[in-house]
């Protein structure tokens, strides 16, 4: 079997099978919850920076609705941009005041990114 029918026939199988997989993947999340919520602590306090970037690329996709290409890029990006692209200020830290946090502006129809910008910045574009 080629590497291209095996990944085909998986994903038939996983579609045949989606509420048995279901099931079965909620009895194990249920029987190792203790297990598996250990793991990820430790899993979080060894690795800071790679659970920042996973939570906030996660928060990209699923909260706000980003689409792109290459997410990873696009967070080296973000860390990289000191300043707004729209008004050139030097972004502040969220919470002390200023409102010149870093936002990530992109398009609420299509999803698609357009480029970082400060708060008020962001929210003057819409």
Same mark, same amino acid.
């Given at each position: $079997?080629?590497? &291209?029918?095996?990944?085909?026939?998986?994903?038939? %199988?996983?579609?045949?099978?989606? &509420?048995?997989?279901?099931?079965?993947?909620?009895?194990?999340?249920? &029987?190792?919850?203790?297990?598996?919520?250990?793991?990820?602590?430790? %899993?979080?306090?060894?690795?800071?920076?790679? *659970?920042?970037?996973?939570?906030?690329?996660?928060? %990209?996709?699923?909260?706000?609705?980003?689409?792109?290409?290459?997410?990873?890029?696009?967070?080296?990006?973000?860390?990289?941009?000191?300043? *707004? &692209?729209?008004?050139? *200020?030097?972004?502040?830290?969220?919470?002390?005041?200023?409102?010149?946090?870093?936002? $990530?502006?992109?398009?609420?129809?299509?999803?698609?990114?357009?480029?970082?910008?400060? *708060?008020?910045?962001?929210?003057?574009?819409?």
């Amino acid at each position: $079997m080629t590497p &291209e029918e095996k990944k085909a026939y998986n994903k038939a %199988w996983r579609i045949k099978n989606a &509420e048995k997989r279901k099931e079965y993947l909620k009895a194990y999340r249920k &029987e190792n919850y203790e297990k598996r919520k250990a793991y990820n602590k430790v %899993w979080r306090e060894e690795n800071p920076e790679k *659970c920042k970037k996973v939570h906030t690329i996660s928060d %990209w996709k699923h909260t706000k609705g980003l689409i792109c290409d290459d997410y990873d890029k696009l967070y080296e990006a973000y860390l990289q941009s000191p300043n *707004c &692209e729209e008004c050139g *200020c030097e972004y502040s830290i969220k919470g002390d005041g200023t409102g010149k946090f870093k936002c $990530m502006d992109h398009d609420h129809t299509t999803g698609l990114f357009r480029n970082f910008l400060c *708060c008020p910045c962001n929210v003057r574009r819409g």
